[in-house]
């Protein structure tokens, strides 16, 4: 067999399209929603390689146009999520051991593919199921997901290459074992990328995966799959199901061979989980690595210096891109009481300027949220604020569910800043503003730090570096992700790695080695080549 050390070149971000108007990729893109939306496709569960269909069809619906069917799916049971950890076990000692390059080769076509034939089927997709606009779409399922397959390969050969030191006489090195048993990947719906690193990350490093998705993000999940089929996958490495979350945990939190949850979702769910999973210890046959980001309630603090048509588009850009479903969105704002009467006015002209709709029409800056369950929790927020007296709707308010989930992009000013919608998440486009007096710009820090349980990411605004430094420093557990002088949204793979803290997850960075480090199991070998052969040390004699 070749033997070598192979370099990886280092990868660069995919460029994002812009699909302007008069671009070919803007025409390209229109062309397969077109085709998306002609057809009806049946989706399977793909176990082992084969596809499962189980006769109990599901359909799908764009958020945006609910009397419209994309499909359906098949809905498994406890017999199928049984079926995908044997499958995982089964296909584990052929993947572990296939030399890394070949683990890599797969997941860099992958990359490829995405860049090129996979890039319009694999955006209309998520646009249509999961209704983002075709520049959100892009970031997201394209070149994030990309950033992820090309950057994790080249992290995996930085992790391999770093071996310890060795004295005379002795070689140590160290092995990089995939974990034992089978990984759990639980995935949301509002990212795309995410969905697929959080299978493929695992995988790189030779894991076997059992993947349930959203269901509500199942139809862009199944080209995910057929991305992972073209780039040569083997059967059985990533295992697709499509089954309630509870039913899935139940299965793979009791079996001994479970090694690991990669998951992205509800706070909740997470901590119901990792108790699960910490009341069956003693079951396993290791300690499982428990990897998780979750809820985020996200702040803005501008100081008296901020410039005001910054920190205005900020806001809007980082609470109203994807209707605020972004576990990093600007939800809560503290604006000076100087800068308010600007910050207001740029901010009402900005949203009055937005078009709300379908992504088929690409002059829509909004459209419709995942689904009704959460259209409804959003909708009652925003209702209780307006028959609250501490609270005022100053920009939106609006909701309808009649055509497809749509949410008017909602600001609220309250007088409280403990105010419910200041500290609860809400996953919508809400934006809370409290605005306080220009002196209590410290007090101010001390509230956004002790106002939630959450710490994913957050935003300082100020001209004043002083002032940037005091709050860097007041917030530095606030927020996983901090940024000066920008959103608090857009996370870029090897620029900004993403996690956060507190009740907001395990802060093991997507987008960096940190989180590929998680999947590995590592060996310490020492060799030695003239080894003792008398006791006696020297101090005896």
Not at 68 to 87: R, S
Not at 302 to 320: C, E, I, K, N, T
Not at 404 to 425: L, S
């Amino acid at each position: 067999m070749p033997k070598g050390f192979y370099n990886i070149p280092y990868p660069d971000n995919e460029p994002v399209y812009s699909y302007a108007l008069g671009s070919s990729e803007r025409a390209e893109l229109q062309a397969a929603l077109v085709r998306a939306k002609a057809q009806e496709v049946d989706l399977p569960m793909v176990i082992g390689g084969q596809e499962v269909r189980t006769g109990n069809k599901i359909s799908l619906h764009p958020p945006h146009e609910i009397a419209h069917t994309l499909g359906h799916y098949h809905k498994g049971g406890t017999e199928h999520v049984h079926q995908a950890i044997d499958a995982a076990l089964a296909a584990k000692e052929q993947w572990e051991n296939l030399a890394w390059e070949h683990r890599v080769a797969i997941f860099l076509k992958a990359a490829d593919l995405l860049a090129g034939p996979y890039r319009n089927k694999m955006n209309a997709a998520t646009m249509l199921g999961q209704s983002k606009n075709a520049f959100q779409s892009e970031i997201d399922s394209v070149c994030e997901f990309i950033d992820f397959l090309r950057f994790n390969a080249y992290f995996m050969s930085e992790i391999y290459m770093n071996q310890p030191d060795s004295a005379a006489g002795i070689w140590n090195r160290v092995e990089y074992r995939p974990l034992e048993g089978f990984v759990f990947a639980i995935t949301p719906f509002n990212f795309t990328s995410i969905a697929g690193n959080l299978c493929a990350a695992p995988a790189l490093m030779g894991n076997t995966i059992v993947w349930k998705p959203s269901e509500t993000q199942i139809y862009s999940a199944a080209v995910i799959m057929e991305v992972f089929q073209a780039a040569g996958m083997p059967d059985g490495v990533i295992n697709l199901i499509y089954t309630d979350g509870p039913v899935a945990g139940d299965v793979a939190f009791n079996h001994p061979d479970f090694a690991g949850l990669h998951f992205t979702g509800s706070t909740k769910t997470f901590q119901y989980m990792w108790k699960t999973i910490g009341n069956n210890i003693a079951n396993y046959k290791s300690y499982p690595r428990i990897v998780g980001e979750t809820g985020g309630k996200d702040f803005v603090v501008a100081h008296p210096s901020a410039d005001v048509d910054a920190l205005s588009v900020a806001l809007v850009r980082g609470a109203f891109e994807y209707q605020g479903q972004k576990c990093s969105a600007a939800s809560r704002a503290y604006i000076p009481n100087s800068l308010w009467p600007a910050v207001k006015n740029r901010m009402e002209n900005d949203v009055d300027s937005f078009k709300m709709g379908t992504v088929e029409d690409f002059s829509n800056f909004i459209n419709a949220v995942i689904d009704e369950r959460s259209f409804d929790k959003i909708a009652a927020y925003i209702d209780q604020a307006k028959a609250d007296a501490n609270a005022n709707i100053i920009i939106g308010g609006g909701h309808d569910k009649s055509k497809g989930y749509f949410i008017e992009p909602t600001v609220i000013v309250t007088n409280d800043p403990m105010y419910t919608t200041m500290c609860e998440e809400i996953f919508g486009p809400v934006l809370t503003i409290y605005v306080y007096e220009d002196d209590r710009f410290e007090e101010i820090l001390g509230i956004v730090d002790t106002t939630s349980p959450y710490a994913l990411t957050g935003a300082i605004f100020s001209q004043d570096r002083y002032a940037i430094e005091l709050a860097t420093k007041k917030l530095r557990h606030s927020a996983g992700n901090f940024y000066i002088n920008d959103k608090p949204t857009g996370a870029v793979v090897n620029q900004q790695p993403f996690g956060g803290g507190r009740g907001s997850g395990t802060n093991d960075k997507a987008g960096s080695s940190l989180n590929l480090l998680r999947w590995a199991s590592p060996r310490s070998i020492k060799e030695t080549f003239v080894p003792a052969k008398n006791y006696r040390y020297p101090f005896l004699g």
